[in-house]
């Protein structure tokens, strides 16, 4: 289940022929309103509003939408429990409330229209309204049972309209721009050009930024209400660890030293597993290429060690007769 929340209207008159008027509509409750007939129901709207003449857009509108896969379980008692719970953790109450059920989809909605004029005549806040929506939409869903929608790729975009579809545009670009940037500058550069702002939001008296938001026309959204994965810090570390793949690996000391044998002409071969022979009055030498794999026992002349060696040996002799 989700809430899909339009933005405020001033005009009851076009909200609820809209709701209450489509074919195949059905009225499950309304609180404070005559619905006998649809004049009547707006001019009791229109009525309450007065008691807050400076409060232009008065209208509150929300669609609440199940998945086709809920359809067996919604019945109207329970669409209606489950409205009326929505709007007790959305903070909207003591206020005249219609609920419109729809069937011209796929899918089962209810529409709720409901006067930001409360009967106090006090202002019901819409603030936050939109993450809000989703936060309460994921609890009742999970309290419920409901089906829960495994991604935006299966949303049907060509039937959004206001908020959602701008929002949907915002995420469709982004997803699309991003794994071709190097940075966040670049990826703000991109965006500008399909006509998308983004925002930093910093920490109060810094320049340490806290957050992200996009804007498209009259609409701005955060990054994480737009999507998870488009929090500011999971954007900045899907950059950087895509720009940290790209960077060359540094080389260790055996290679660097195998290439720069290689570029001055020098075979290299595997250190040979068999040592080779010591010669009377020869220090064994320690061989340190030998260490990194490079045997350059091959340029030595081991007869003219041997003759050098026993000529010595036969000199010695000599001296002491």
Request: glycine share 8%.
């Amino acid at each position: 289940m989700m809430g899909k929340i339009p933005k405020s209207g001033k005009s009851f008159k076009g909200c609820v022929e809209y709701c209450m008027l489509k074919k195949d509509a059905v009225i499950l409750d309304a609180t404070g309103l005559r619905t006998g007939e649809v004049k009547h129901t707006i001019a009791d709207f229109n009525m309450q509003r007065k008691m807050c003449p400076g409060l232009g857009q008065a209208v509150g509108h929300i669609a609440l939408n199940w998945s086709p896969e809920d359809s067996a379980k919604l019945t109207d008692e329970l669409m209606v429990n489950i409205a009326k719970e929505y709007l007790k953790k959305m903070k909207i109450s003591d206020t005249q409330v219609l609920m419109v059920r729809h069937h011209d989809t796929d899918h089962d909605h209810l529409h709720i229209v409901y006067n930001r004029v409360d009967n106090e005549g006090k202002t019901i806040s819409d603030a936050n309204q939109r993450w809000k929506n989703v936060k309460v939409s994921k609890a009742l869903t999970l309290k419920y049972g409901f089906h829960m929608a495994e991604g935006k790729d299966r949303v049907n975009r060509h039937r959004l309209k206001g908020a959602d579809k701008v929002k949907y545009q915002i995420h469709d670009q982004i997803k699309a721009i991003l794994p071709n940037v190097k940075s966040m500058d670049e990826l703000k550069k991109q965006l500008a050009m399909q006509g998308i702002k983004m925002h930093y939001k910093y920490k109060g008296g810094t320049q340490e930024v806290q957050g992200i938001s996009f804007s498209k026309g009259e609409y701005q959204f955060k990054g994480s209400e737009i999507d998870r994965s488009l929090s500011y810090g999971k954007i900045n570390k899907m950059i950087s660890d895509r720009m940290e793949e790209k960077l060359p690996q540094p080389k260790s000391l055996a290679d660097e030293l195998r290439e720069v044998l290689k570029q001055s002409g020098q075979q290299t071969h595997y250190l040979k597993q068999e040592p080779k022979p010591q010669y009377l009055g020869q220090e064994p030498k320690t061989n340190y290429l030998g260490v990194l794999g490079i045997d350059i026992s091959d340029d030595v002349d081991d007869e003219a060690i041997y003759g050098r060696n026993r000529r010595r040996q036969e000199k010695a002799r000599t001296n002491t007769r």
